[in-house]
C-alpha cells in the first residue's frame, strides 16, 4: 500500500466557474476530467482531475454538491479517497457530516478525506473573530464516529485569511486532511503541506506520501535562456568575449565558463531560490497570522512579486526544455513543459535492464553500475 501514490495522483479544485472555460488548460498541461461538480452561480464547485500519465486508476464511488468519494487502484491495492468543499452556510453543514458518515459504514478500506471543511475544530485553529464551540463540537463527533485522525500538517496554522486593507483580521484552518487508521498505517510517512497563497484567501493543500529521489550523474553545460532575464548576464557575455583577442574558440570557452560561475555565484539554481522566496513568503505569512503590521504586508507584496519574476524564469527554463516551439510564451505552463522535458528524456533512459543471470531489475543503482561496465568494456575494447 505505501507506494500506491507517489505522483500524478488525482488532483481536485475548488472553483467559482464553469469547467468548460478552462477545459483547454488543464488538457495541454495532461489532465482529464475524473468527476465535475460545477459551481452553483459563483458558489462552490469541485473538479476531480488526474494527470494523464499516471498508472493508476480512479472510480467515482458517490457524490454529492459538496464531496466527491472515489476509489484509486494500483497493484490489487486500493484506497478510498473523499474530496470536500463544505457548505459555507453552518446550517447545511450537519448534512454533509451525515452524509459522510453514511459513506464511511459502506468503507471497508483505507480512506482519507481531505479540502475545505469550512469549520474549525480547536480554539487554536483560528486567530480573530467569535470561536462556535456548537459547531466545532459537531465536527468532532463526526471525526470520532468515523474513527478519523487530523493529519499532521506543515507549513502554516491558517489555511484560510480575511484581509482588510492589507491587514489580516481573520484567520482559520478551515483545509485540512482527514484518516481513519488502515490509511494512517498503510501511509505512515504521509503529511499535508500547507503552500503559500498567492491569489486566493486559501492556502493550496499538498498531500505528500513521500519517495526516494533518482540518482543523477554528471551533466554538460548548456546555455540557459533564463540567463538573459537577468541585468548582468550581457556584461558577462561581452566582457568573456572581448578577453580572447577574437579568437572564436577561445571565447567560447571563455564563455562557457563564465557563464558557469555567473550561474553558481549571481543567478543561482531557479528552484532554490523559488523554495527560499517561498520559505521566507511563508515566514511573513506566519508572523502576520499573529501581528498586524503593514511593513511586513509590503514585504509579503514584494516576495510575491519576486516569486512572479521566478516563475517568469522557470517557465523560460521549461520552455526551452521542452523543445515545443509551437507553445504560446506567456501563459506560465510549466507543468505542460516540464512533461514534454521527461517524455523527450525518457526516449534516452534505460528504465529496466536483464542481467545476465536473467533478472529484470529498475534499481537505478544497479543500472548505473552496468552502464559503467559496458562503456568500460566498449572503449577498452574488452
Not at 85 to 103: C, E, G, V
Not at 113 to 132: V, Y
Not at 186 to 205: I, K
Not at 318 to 326: F, T
Amino acid at each position: 500500500m505505501k507506494d500506491l501514490i507517489r505522483k500524478h495522483n488525482p488532483t481536485f479544485y475548488e472553483t467559482h466557474i464553469p469547467f468548460s472555460r478552462l477545459s483547454p488548460f488543464w488538457t495541454i498541461n495532461g489532465y482529464t476530467p475524473v468527476h465535475i461538480i460545477e459551481a452553483n452561480g459563483h458558489s462552490g464547485g469541485i473538479w476531480l482531475l488526474k494527470h494523464s500519465a499516471s498508472n493508476i486508476t480512479s472510480t467515482v464511488l458517490d457524490f454529492s454538491n459538496f464531496s466527491i468519494t472515489f476509489s484509486i487502484n494500483r497493484n490489487n491495492a486500493t484506497t478510498t479517497c473523499t474530496c470536500i468543499y463544505a457548505s459555507p452556510n453552518p446550517a447545511l453543514r450537519p448534512h454533509l457530516w451525515t452524509y459522510l458518515f453514511n459513506i464511511n459504514q459502506n468503507i471497508d478500506a483505507p480512506w482519507m478525506i481531505i479540502g475545505d471543511f469550512n469549520e474549525t475544530l480547536l480554539p487554536g485553529d483560528q486567530r480573530g473573530g467569535i470561536f462556535h464551540h456548537n459547531r466545532a463540537s459537531l465536527f468532532s463527533n463526526f471525526m470520532n464516529n468515523c474513527n478519523l485522525l487530523d493529519l499532521t500538517t506543515t507549513g502554516g496554522c491558517f489555511t484560510w485569511h480575511r484581509n482588510n486593507n492589507g491587514i489580516h483580521t481573520l484567520s482559520k484552518k478551515l483545509d485540512r486532511g482527514l484518516a481513519n487508521v488502515d490509511w494512517r498505517i498503510s501511509f505512515l510517512e504521509a503529511f499535508v503541506e500547507v503552500l503559500c497563497r498567492l491569489h486566493s484567501d486559501h492556502n493550496p493543500l499538498l498531500l505528500r506520501f513521500g519517495g526516494l529521489p533518482l540518482a543523477r550523474g554528471l551533466r554538460p553545460f548548456r546555455f540557459e535562456a533564463a540567463w538573459i532575464d537577468h541585468s548582468d548576464y550581457a556584461e558577462v557575455v561581452r566582457s568573456s568575449w572581448n578577453s580572447t583577442n577574437h579568437n572564436t574558440t577561445a571565447s567560447l570557452n571563455s564563455v562557457r565558463q563564465n557563464s558557469i560561475t555567473f550561474n553558481q555565484e549571481i543567478f543561482g539554481n531557479i528552484f532554490q531560490r523559488k523554495r527560499r522566496v517561498e520559505s521566507r513568503l511563508k515566514g511573513v505569512q506566519n508572523y502576520l497570522e499573529r501581528v498586524d503590521s503593514y511593513c511586513h504586508t509590503l514585504l509579503e507584496k514584494e516576495l510575491q512579486q519576486e516569486y512572479n519574476h521566478i516563475l517568469f524564469q522557470e517557465e523560460m527554463l521549461w520552455y526551452q526544455k521542452s523543445r515545443e516551439q509551437w507553445v504560446k510564451f506567456g501563459d506560465r505552463n510549466n507543468s505542460f513543459f516540464h512533461a514534454q522535458t521527461i517524455i523527450r528524456r525518457k526516449r534516452n533512459i534505460i528504465h529496466r535492464l536483464q542481467l545476465p543471470n536473467g533478472i529484470t531489475t529498475s534499481d537505478s543503482t544497479i543500472l548505473q553500475k552496468e552502464a559503467q561496465k559496458y562503456f568500460k568494456n566498449f572503449f577498452c575494447g574488452n
